[in-house]
């Protein structure tokens, strides 16, 4: 059969899918680009492979021969790049999250339906061991109907300079709170297939940690989402200290959760269940679970879910309808709780409806909605990346955060170059 043709937009976080394919007997990685010259050089390095074209700009590299493209570019930019792909013919791997505006959301989905093409979103909190497991003792009945849940992303994020370069016009640097909620909320999403209708939006205050780091947001962005079958579910992410994923399913018949706190040592994989079998009898257990994984996933990051979003959608596009994927249609399941509860926000804190966008109707009536943080998009729709209002940061700060960006990647390729 013939190889699967993959190119990669975006190689700083792209690298990871790029060294996952030296482990695949299905895919082929043929084309890279990204705008920063360094970063090419580094991939060089890294992969060694002189059958990879590099390209710095999107419009040579979308005429290059290819299948699928990683998105792994700016998280604010995917959809106008996922659209130009889609309607190019090519299936697309968006590397979170899926759009900036309702704008270009509608016009993602119109773009997906229309081309036929495979979307995914690259999720990888739903293909780590833990929610791999939370969502196989879901579907097998195991807690009964979900009735809450609790999930959060802890990022202390404390090395800022690498993901925003000290840019004080770069997406991390001006982004509302509650926009990153796909690593908290989704695996929850992708576990009871259940689809959010309202949400409720709170953030903690913009302070001095914060503004240090370049960031004019609220320290953190917290969910309260109404699922369509009455079930709640709260949800944090932010910068709080610390590092925490961790998820938390009540239903029916008992409750599973993951291991809280120091997942980079291991526990992970680990899950906490408690089942009733019936209303007079408890059993406590710990399932621990160590997924079995091939080679390409035990190198590859996030615990070897960054391998799993590629080898399972090559595994759809191979004929299996029911592989692992994240469509377009759950992709916005994960993503508009937070983008509604920071409307919500704006609104005063009241509950607010998320739009279904399966329904042509529903979707279309946000056509014209450019509401987001980014001047240069929303128009005169433009959000305060606060609800209390956009602060004001000295410039001094980023000036240490660009230098520090500076040593680190000046570092990076002299190890590079001398492994």
């Known amino acids: 059969m013939k190889k699967f043709r993959l190119g990669v937009f975006g190689i700083y976080r792209g690298i990871a899918y790029a060294q996952a394919t030296r482990f695949s007997e299905d895919v082929e990685l043929v084309a890279i680009c990204d705008k920063l010259g360094d970063q090419i050089e580094k991939a060089k390095l890294r992969l060694k492979n002189d059958k990879i074209t ?31 792909c889609l309607n190019a013919g090519m299936h697309v791997i968006s590397e979170l999250e899926p759009c900036q505006t309702m704008k270009e959301a509608v016009e993602l989905v119109n773009a997906a339906e229309k081309s036929g093409k495979t979307y995914v979103l690259a999720e990888n909190a739903c293909y780590n061991g833990s929610t791999r497991e939370m969502k196989k003792l879901y579907r097998e009945g195991k807690i009964g109907e979900f009735l809450y849940g609790e999930c959060e992303y802890i990022h202390d994020n404390c090395d800022s300079y690498r993901y925003n370069y000290g840019d004080p016009d770069h997406w991390r640097t001006r982004m509302y709170s509650t926009f990153y909620c796909t690593h908290s909320l989704g695996p929850i999403i992708h576990a009871t297939g259940l689809r959010p209708v309202s949400v409720t939006g709170f953030e903690l205050p913009c302070t001095e940690k914060t503004m240090r780091r370049g960031k004019r947001a609220g320290l953190a962005g917290v969910e309260m989402v109404t699922l369509e079958n009455g079930s709640i579910v709260h949800s944090v992410h932010g910068s709080l200290p ?12 008992g409750t599973m959760e993951s291991a809280r706190f120091n997942t980079q040592y291991g526990n992970g994989a680990r899950i906490f ?62 993503f508009l709780p937070g983008m509604f509860a920071y409307i919500s926000l704006l609104k005063g804190g009241v509950p607010v409806e998320i739009p279904d966008m399966r329904d042509k109707a529903a979707r ?46 000046e570092n990076e390729k002299r190890k590079l170059e001398n492994d």
């Open 54 to 84: 590099y390209y710095t700009t999107f419009d040579e590299f979308i005429k290059h021969d290819m299948d699928i493209v990683v998105l792994a570019n700016y998280a604010t930019e995917h959809a106008p790049f996922a659209i130009r």
């Open 364 to 409: 279309e009536k946000w056509k014209d909605y450019t509401g987001c943080t980014d001047p240069a998009v929303a128009g005169d729709m433009l959000w305060p990346t606060h609800h209390n209002g956009t602060p004001d940061i000295p410039y001094q700060y980023y000036e240490a955060l660009q230098k520090r960006w500076k040593d680190f990647s």
């Open 273 to 334: 269940t408690n089942i009733y079998e019936d209303e007079n009898v408890n059993e406590d257990n710990v399932v621990t679970y160590l997924p079995k994984m091939n080679e390409g996933a035990k190198n590859a990051g996030h615990d070897g879910a960054d391998f799993y979003v590629l080898d399972n959608l090559i595994d759809y596009l191979k004929g299996n309808k029911n592989a692992d994927i994240i469509d377009i249609y759950e992709a916005f399941d994960m």
């Open 242 to 253: 610390h590092y925490s994923l961790w998820w938390c399913m009540h239903g029916e018949k």
